[in-house]
């Protein structure tokens, strides 16, 4: 994909669009949607503000999905002078954009039972309420008996309804659930590659392979920005799983994303990414990711040397034994004392 001005420009204006969309619709007087305002008119954040994002950011129900999207977007946009804060709100925006721990499994349950139960009384309710009204007009009011027998109808077809659609509302659902989870974690993205998080470097790089749209956009936009912010210090301090993430996207990467994927292997990623690299020098058609492979594969390589011997270093030879072989002796084993040595009498010289 070409990332060239003309094409990221229309996606963040496009974003942006989308940020001001639901910060509307977030109730009046939420104080999301007041730092966002705030935000939007070119103000500036306290530090009480940014606790309160932080706060709504963290927030793991579903109901929340909105405040949670908004907030992401504003903690990318505001100052954050103290070193914690930072921390704090970058480790915040890389859960949020893995995703795992938001999905509130329970609350999506009882949200796609809520919606089967209002489709299964809208799709019988509404034409049999159009059904009285037209009968009321032509023919006057119905007796009590009519409306018994037409009530009974409707809750008989409001279960069949339920029982109809218990599979379709619930992938219905599933989606529904999917594509807002999918705009908090695009809005964590970006505001991750305005932060420049080198530690996002592995999951930035995952994200451009996910299913929702927003998400893969979101990290296609900001991927050169994070890969850039890996330096040679972060080797060692990138999440265990990083360079897994990035040899993974490889695969799936254009020769652009490939060369910034391969710098940041080459600033720190471990020796695991020995092989992946050794593999994609030998099937890419690129000149320019074959001449960068052949520049990073030694460094990983060596990497890979290292990070062996010091295992190696660190592993004992063979297992000592069992502890309790070892620290628990029979009896029997000791060294005979005689009696008399040890059970001596108490009298003196002079008795």
């Known amino acids: 994909m070409n990332h060239g001005q003309g094409q990221v420009t229309p996606l963040v204006s496009r974003w942006e669009g989308i940020v001001r969309r639901h910060t509307r619709m977030l109730r009046r007087g939420s104080p999301v949607r007041e730092c966002a305002e705030t935000i939007l008119a070119g103000g500036e ?6 606790s309160t994002l932080l706060e709504a950011l963290t ?26 804060w930072r921390e704090s709100v970058t480790d915040g925006l890389r859960r949020v954009l893995k995703g795992d721990e938001f999905m509130d499994s329970g609350g999506r349950l009882w949200r796609a039972v809520k919606r089967n139960v209002i489709a299964s009384v809208a799709i019988p309710g509404i034409p049999i309420s159009v059904g009285l009204v037209l009968l009321s007009v032509i023919f006057g009011l119905p007796s009590i008996q009519d409306l018994e027998t037409i009530l009974f109808i409707g809750l008989k077809g409001s279960g069949l309804c339920f029982i109809a659609l218990m599979g379709p509302a619930a992938v219905v659902s599933g989606i529904l659930e999917d594509t807002r989870l999918g705009l908090a974690r695009a809005a964590a993205a970006r505001s991750l590659g305005e932060r420049s998080d080198p530690l996002a470097a592995g999951l930035v790089a995952r994200a451009m392979t996910d299913k929702p749209f927003e998400v893969r956009a979101a990290a296609e936009a900001v991927l050169q920005k994070v890969l850039s912010a890996v330096r040679p210090s972060d080797y060692g301090r990138l999440p265990a799983n990083a360079t897994v993430e990035l040899c993974s996207s490889l695969d799936h990467a254009s020769t652009e994303q490939s060369l910034w994927i391969l710098e940041a292997l080459r600033a720190a990623g471990t020796g ?7 593999r994609l020098a030998e099937q890419t058609r690129s000149e320019a990711v074959l001449a ?21 270093l660190l592993r004992p030879e063979e297992s000592p034994g069992e502890p309790g072989d070892i620290l628990l002796r029979p009896a029997s084993a000791a060294t005979a004392v005689p009696e008399e040595q040890l059970l001596r009498p108490s009298v003196g010289p002079d008795a």
Do not use: H, I, N, Y
Request: charged content about 25%.
């Open 292 to 312: 960068a492979a052949a520049q990073v594969l030694p460094v990983l390589e060596e990497r890979l040397r290292l990070e062996t011997s010091a295992a190696r």
């Open 45 to 50: 954040l306290d530090a009480a503000a940014c």
């Open 272 to 278: 695991g990414a020995a092989e992946p690299v050794r």
């Open 59 to 84: 927030q793991k129900s579903g109901k929340f999905w909105r405040e949670r999207m908004v907030a992401a977007w504003c903690l990318g946009q505001c100052e954050l002078s103290p070193p914690e």
